[in-house]
C-alpha cells in the first residue's frame, strides 16, 4: 500500500491533498484510534493508497508510517509499503517539481537525528521523476534534489514530493494537480530496484549541487537508480569522512545500496568507503553496466579489468552472457590496429558486435589488448568483419590459414629519387598515379609504384 502524508500546515501539501482527492475514487473510513490532527478521524482510500492529513509540518513528524493502515471495522491492519509526502519546495529556482529523500549528513538543523536517515526508495523515485516528467505544467521544471531535513525515522520507504518554490506556485492547481498524479502513479511501485547478484541497482551520491544534476542524470539516462545523496554542502556539515564512518555506513544501509558515485576528488571519502566494505565507481562505470547483469560485471572484472580501467562491454554483454564458459582471447593486434586506422568507429562497431567485453586504451577510445568471448562466438565472422574494413584501402584482402593477407600497390618514394625527381608537385604527381615528364622523358606511374604485401596473423583468435 501507498501511504501519502498531508500536513495542514503546508498550503502546497493541502492543495495537493485535494486534488488527489479530485482526480481519483475514493471512499472514507474512521480511525478512532487516533485524533484527527495525528492522523486520524477520517481517513480516505482508493485502490492501494491510503491518505491521512496531519496538523503538524511533515519533518516533525516521527514514525508516521505506524498511523496508516488501521481503519474502525478491519480487524486486520494493512502495512504500507512506500509512503509519500505531498510538500512545498522553497528556494529561488521559480516553477519547480522535485522529489528528495530525509535525512541529515550533519546536525538535525531541520527535524530528525543528527547523522540518520530517512529509508530511501530508490526506485520509486526513479519513477516518481518520470510522472513528474509526464504531468508537469508547461512551465515547470521537474528535478531531484540532495538528502536533506528530516524526518529520519518514518518506519517504511520514503521521499518527499514538493511543489515549488514560492507563493503562487504552493497555490497553482495545475502544480497540485500534476503531483497528485505522480503519486498516484506510485501505487504497486516496489520502493528498491530487483534483487541482483546479492545487491541492487542502487546508488549513494556524494559531492556535487544541491539539486544534484550528475545524480539526476544517472538516474534518468542509466538503469540504476539513486538513494542518498549527499552535497558538497552536505559533506562539509558532516565533518571528517573518517571521523564520521558510521553516517557514511547508515547514508548506505538506508538506500539498500552497496555502490556509490563520488563526484570530485575526495580520496578520504572514497578511502572511507572502502573502509566500510562498499564501493566508490565513476559514473562511466555506471553507463557502462547499464543493461549489463551485475554477476557478469563481477565475472569480468574478474577476467580482464576494472571498467574505470578501461574496460568496456560488447553487444554480447546486454541481455545477459552468464557462465563460466567465457573465454579470455588476445585481440588480433595488428590487423585491429590496421582496421582503426581505416576506420575507427567501424572497427570499435565489430568489436562491440563479437564480444562481451573488451580492454581498450587511449582513454577508453580504441579497444586494444584482451576481449571476453563466449563459448557460441563466431570468431571467424569477427575476423571477416575487420578483414571487410581493410578491404576499402587495399586492393586485394584475402584470408589465408591463420592469417589475413592484403596486397596494395604503393608508390616507392626511393625509386623516384633514382630517376631524378625530387620531392614536389611532380613527386606528388607520381605518388597520386599520375604520369609525369622529366627532362623531356614521360615516366609511368608505374615505375615507380610496387606491390607490398602485409600479413596480419590471426591464428591465435581463431585456435
Known amino acids: 500500500m501507498l501511504a501519502v502524508v498531508v500536513s495542514r500546515d503546508d498550503s502546497a501539501s493541502v492543495h495537493v491533498g485535494e486534488r488527489l482527492l479530485a482526480v481519483d475514487d475514493w471512499t472514507e473510513h474512521t480511525d478512532s484510534t487516533r485524533t484527527d490532527d495525528e492522523g486520524g478521524d477520517t481517513v480516505y482510500r482508493t485502490d492501494s493508497v491510503e491518505l491521512r492529513e496531519f496538523d503538524a509540518l511533515h519533518l516533525e ?85 540532495c538528502t536533506h531535513h528530516g524526518p529520519t525515522e518514518v518506519g517504511v520507504p520514503s521521499m518527499f514530493v514538493e511543489v515549488g518554490s514560492a507563493e503562487p506556485q504552493w497555490e497553482d492547481p495545475d502544480a497540485a494537480g500534476a503531483v497528485a498524479r505522480a503519486i498516484l502513479a506510485l501505487r504497486d511501485v516496489d520502493p528498491d530496484a530487483p534483487g541482483e547478484n546479492g545487491t541492487r541497482r542502487h546508488l549513494v551520491g556524494f559531492g556535487g549541487g544541491h539539486y544534484a544534476p550528475r545524480f539526476e542524470r544517472i538516474l534518468r539516462e542509466t538503469d540504476w537508480a539513486v538513494g542518498h545523496v549527499a552535497a558538497d554542502w552536505c559533506l562539509d556539515a558532516m565533518g571528517d569522512p573518517g571521523e564520521n564512518a558510521d553516517v557514511i555506513r547508515r547514508a548506505f544501509e538506508a538506500s539498500a545500496a552497496d555502490y556509490a558515485v563520488v563526484e570530485g576528488d575526495r580520496p578520504d571519502l572514497r578511502a572511507a568507503i572502502a573502509d566500510q566494505g562498499y564501493r566508490a565507481v565513476g559514473e562511466t562505470w555506471v553507463r557502462e553496466t547499464t543493461g549489463v547483469p551485475l554477476s557478469l560485471v563481477e565475472t569480468v572484472e574478474d577476467l580482464l579489468a576494472g571498467i574505470d580501467e578501461g574496460v568496456r562491454f560488447g553487444e554480447r554483454a546486454v541481455g545477459g552472457v552468464h557462465g563460466t564458459d567465457l573465454s579470455v582471447v588476445d585481440l588480433p593486434a595488428d590487423l585491429l590496429a590496421a582496421a582503426q586506422g581505416i576506420d575507427l568507429n567501424a572497427a570499435r562497431e565489430a568489436v562491440e558486435r563479437a564480444t562481451v567485453a573488451f580492454e581498450t586504451a587511449e582513454s577508453g577510445n580504441r579497444a586494444a589488448g584482451r576481449a571476453v568471448l563466449a563459448p557460441d562466438h563466431d570468431r571467424v565472422a569477427f575476423v571477416d568483419d575487420l578483414a571487410e574494413i581493410l578491404d576499402r584501402e587495399y586492393d586485394t584482402v584475402e584470408r589465408e590459414e591463420g592469417e589475413v593477407v592484403a596486397h596494395e600497390t604503393a608508390f616507392d618514394p626511393e625509386r623516384a629519387r633514382t630517376l631524378g625527381i625530387t620531392e614536389g608537385p611532380k613527386f606528388g604527381k607520381l605518388a597520386d598515379g599520375k604520369a609525369v615528364t622529366v627532362g623531356g622523358d614521360r615516366i609511368d606511374p608505374s615505375v615507380v609504384h610496387v606491390d607490398r604485401e602485409h600479413r596480419f596473423p590471426v591464428r591465435d583468435l581463431l585456435d
Open 61 to 145: 513528524l516521527a514514525d508516521v508510517a505506524d498511523a496508516f493502515g488501521r481503519v474502525d471495522g478491519v480487524d486486520e491492519r494493512t502495512e504500507p509499503d512506500l509512503l509519500a509526502f505531498a510538500s512545498r519546495h522553497a528556494g529561488e529556482t521559480d516553477e519547480l517539481l522535485t522529489a528528495h529523500h530525509t535525512g541529515n549528513f550533519g546536525p538535525a538543523e531541520y527535524g530528525g537525528e543528527t547523522g540518520h536517515f530517512a529509508r530511501a526508495c530508490p526506485n520509486a523515485h526513479r519513477h516518481l521523476l518520470e510522472a513528474l516528467d509526464e504531468h508537469a505544467p508547461p512551465d515547470y521544471e521537474v528535478g531531484m534534489e
